[in-house]
């Protein structure tokens, strides 16, 4: 089954909020999440994941985490030329829904990513609700503004590189100042941007940020 608990110095077990006093609805705990430190799982014995499974999702179908269906990241590309050519096609459709898909989602960047970011530290004080509603802002002018250069255009993938620093994490890297080159007809074009950053979680490719002329 897998385990959800913060792990022994995780971000997740400070920075926790008090409940309000005089509050006598909610329950004081010392970590961030739905799942306690050494403690049993409350999902285990009515849901699949003690079974090997994942957790099934509107299909109430059960997943075997063996196989690919058991992503970390579902919805990740396996390599950066699948994760452009995912992109490609989709900015080519204006299929909104496709390309949220292989961007990260707020769930991942807020429980996952975000707690090991420096602007996730104490001292920081940066509340991740901002930060994730700065990237959503900028990823939707993005994509209207690539949405107007790529729709209906019949281009093809030759490549795709990240020329920029990769930054390291516990848990992932981050590839930076990706470009992709395309052909139209034939004729091979400048690199050109569809994404800046794309986190890589052993593997598992998506995109951290679509491009911001």
């Known amino acids: 089954m897998p385990d959800f608990r913060p792990a022994a110095g995780s971000p997740l077990t400070d920075g926790y909020a008090e409940p309000p ?18 403690m049993p799982q409350w999902i285990e014995g009515w849901t699949t994941s003690d079974q090997g499974c994942l957790l099934p999702i509107l ?7 063996s196989s690919g269906g058991g992503q970390r990241l579902p919805g990740s590309a ?24 292989v961007r990260l989602t707020e769930v991942e960047h807020n429980e996952m ?28 002018a993005a994509l209207s503004d690539l949405f107007g250069v790529y729709e209906d255009r019949r281009l093809s993938f030759v490549d795709a ?5 990769v930054e390291a994490f ?6 930076t ?7 139209r007809d034939g004729e ?7 994404f800046e950053d794309v986190l890589d979680w052993d593997g598992e490719l998506k995109v951290f940020r679509y491009y911001e002329p």
Request: proline share 7%; glycine share 8%.
């Open 21 to 38: 006093a005089g509050d006598g609805f909610f329950e004081a705990v010392d970590y961030i999440g739905a799942f306690a430190p050494g």
């Open 188 to 194: 091979l074009l400048p690199p050109q941007q569809l």
């Open 113 to 140: 990513v975000w707690p090991e970011l420096p602007a996730s530290a104490l001292e920081v004080n940066y509340p991740v609700d901002l930060a994730w509603k700065n990237i959503r802002t900028r990823n939707r």
């Open 78 to 101: 396996a390599s950066l030329a699948e994760l452009a050519t995912t992109v490609l096609a989709g900015l080519a459709a204006a299929d909104t829904l496709g390309l949220a898909s």
């Open 161 to 165: 590189e990240c020329r920029g620093p």
């Open 59 to 65: 299909s109430g179908s059960c997943v075997d985490a």
């Open 177 to 183: 100042d990706c470009w992709v080159t395309l052909r």
């Open 170 to 175: 516990e848990s992932f890297i981050v590839h």
